[in-house]
């Protein structure tokens, strides 16, 4: 078996856009313009380009605002032939590095993040697309899109590949604060499953809510409180709350979705894919260890890349930021092309959908419901 | 590839006693006698019956006090000739169960679990191994050996497959307690580090701080603070401290003891094992697909069931708990006699050792220093 067949993030991500797009792809009649940020992934802003000129080519209802140095934007975007006419360069010259602190990041006035996110705060586009600095492009879409009404925390929610029939399960927050008190997490609840209902097409999505174990005298103090406040939303949220769940329940089929706080969400996430990705490199020397070893790996390929697909762990790296007005996705920093244009057929699929609204729509129903119960 | 072969807990936790206590060996020629709590797995007593059978044919210089349903126990243990002079059966009739609140089973004189625990208190035994509730077994713990002199929350402390030489690096806590102040996290380092040195032979274990990032400015106050308690002990306490480390790094090399509170530490256990739970079962399935796959899962079973081995979750899922003054061992709640008896190696070699001493004078130490700096 190559390594060429045992990672193949690029389509695997694709594939991960269909299933959680695909419900959506049926209301995505728009034209609509998505923002780019060029310049933040690993790779450099040729496979940005790339992703986009794949994007194009597959979708003709999409153009793009590409953000970023415009000399070298101008010279790679020149290349590609069906991008003519279709994408809008606008200069930005500060760049904002993976290991940059949010606080000082969202400061910067000429960065291509903030040009990206600027440009759907102005209405030139509908939503947004980076594979920079996490932390950064957060804190930066909190100042400029600002937070819809009644979210105190936005959370950025991640996909996770689970026993269920739709083969994912959506877990939030995953690191866009690494606090949440009980309201927070209630507004997870409500997003999570905003998330699962548009996303996934599960017309009552089941919650959970991540804790040490299952017995309601168990963990801290705020998430007994989010328990009874989940629940109380459960029937105006249209989900079923299912109580406390545990790590063990994030790849399972017991719920949909995992509510968790940022700090316990993004250890959960980084040890999962630690986890997966020890298995797939011992499952690989386990094929290369005897000759007899290497003829079965021939034999079972199909069945073993369609394995590693499903447990790549950079198929869930991508994730959506939740609770802010405007669509935000930040795309994995070591993106391909392939794994770029995947981020995008997100985001346009999100934005055509109207998602961004009808969450917020959700979420203030809720809010306005408990204002009254006062 | 049959079930059988691709689920082999008991051989793998015999083969991580190996492991682990191998270094210990060689020092533990004293005579022990082991307090084994037989009413608390999921299996009754003749699982753990059988397990202390296994021992005892294994090593002579065991014997036992065992807990429980003494006419039950008495018609087990007849059973087994081996075990003819080598047990002593203590009546104790109630039994805590798998859903009993901690602080209530703690409270109850008349256990298997506090009779086992007080024959260790009382001198009768210098370990003690159960398959119970493992928060009525750290309570009751607690409460009955007390905790050493400088620590303020006792640890569960487990293994996890890791890159490393060694195989396993070593986490805790991983659910003793959902709170840890930065004081707590140093103690844990401490232990952590005593722990890897016994257990493993590391002369100068690295020691990581859980967080969500690895650079100063990230995750809460009391883990800043921690990481400059942890880092001034590192001299004094033997061992290299490396800074934070993110979940990724839990099955990783970068260090070889991960510290994190017990909420964390025990989402992030249970996370990894149920993501390589669902791989296991993913790869049963894809070797299942097709017929070609099916000879190739035949061709390559060696490799397979050695990697199946590898990533077991059971066999991390037995934890030693450290800041006591005894040994105690938590066997799996489902463990087998194979399971059992690798459990109660660990106890034996631990105790032959005197490694819980150890750690108390090392604890001790750098608590003293830090008392003279003051």
Redesign the interface.
């Known amino acids: 078996m190559s390594a060429q067949t045992l990672t193949d993030p690029a389509s695997a991500q694709s594939e991960i856009a269909d299933k959680v797009t695909g419900r959506l792809g049926a209301l995505a009649e728009t034209r609509i313009t998505l923002s780019i940020d060029a310049m933040g992934g690993d790779r450099g802003p040729a496979a940005v380009v790339a992703g986009i000129s794949r994007s194009a080519a597959k979708n003709d209802k999409v153009d793009f605002i590409v953000h970023g140095n415009a000399a070298e934007l101008e010279k790679l975007i020149q290349k590609k032939k069906n991008l003519k006419g279709r994408v809008e360069i606008r200069d930005a010259q500060g760049i904002v590095s993976m290991?940059e602190?949010p606080s000082q990041a969202m400061r910067r006035a000429d960065t291509s993040m903030r040009s990206a996110i600027d440009a759907v705060k102005n209405g030139d586009a509908q939503a947004v697309v980076s594979c920079g600095n996490t932390?950064a492009l957060m804190a930066t879409s909190m100042i400029r899109l600002r937070k819809i009404e009644g979210v105190n925390r936005p959370a950025i929610a991640c996909l996770w590949?689970?026993?269920n029939p739709q083969q994912f399960n959506v877990m939030l927050d995953v690191?866009a604060d690494?606090?949440a008190d009980a309201r927070d997490l209630l507004q997870y609840a409500l997003m999570g499953a905003s998330y699962a209902r548009n996303g996934m097409g599960l017309l009552r999505p089941r919650i959970g809510l991540?804790n040490?174990?299952t017995?309601d005298?168990k963990?801290?103090a705020e998430l007994k409180e989010a328990q009874d406040l989940i629940a109380g939303a459960a029937e105006l949220g249209e989900f079923d709350y299912r109580g406390f769940v545990?790590?063990?329940?994030?790849?399972?089929d017991t719920v949909d979705v995992i509510v968790?706080d940022?700090?316990?969400g993004?250890?959960?996430?980084?040890?999962?894919?630690?986890?997966?990705?020890?298995?797939g490199?011992?499952?690989k020397?386990?094929?290369k260890?005897?000759p007899?070893?290497r003829?079965?790996?021939?034999?079972?390929l199909?069945?073993?890349s369609?394995?590693q697909k499903?447990?790549d762990p950079r198929r869930v790296n991508g994730g959506v930021f939740l609770g802010l007005r405007g669509t935000v996705v930040k795309s994995h920093g070591s993106a391909d092309a392939t794994g770029v244009s995947a981020a995008i057929k997100l985001a346009y699929e999100l934005a055509a959908s109207g998602f961004s609204d009808r969450l917020a729509a959700r979420v203030a129903s809720v809010a306005a419901a408990a204002q009254t119960e006062q």
Do not use: M, Q
């Not at 790590?247 to 399972?252: A, E, K, L, S, V």
């Not at 993004?266 to 298995?279: C, P, R, S, V, Y």
């Open positions: 290991d602190k932390g590949p689970s026993r690191g690494i606090r991540l040490v174990g017995e005298h963990g801290r545990e790590g063990g329940d994030i790849p399972g968790t940022g700090f316990t993004n250890i959960a996430l980084k040890t999962g894919e630690g986890t997966a990705k020890l298995i490199d011992f499952l020397e386990a094929f260890a005897t007899l070893s003829v079965a790996a021939l034999l079972a199909t069945s073993l369609r394995l499903r447990i």
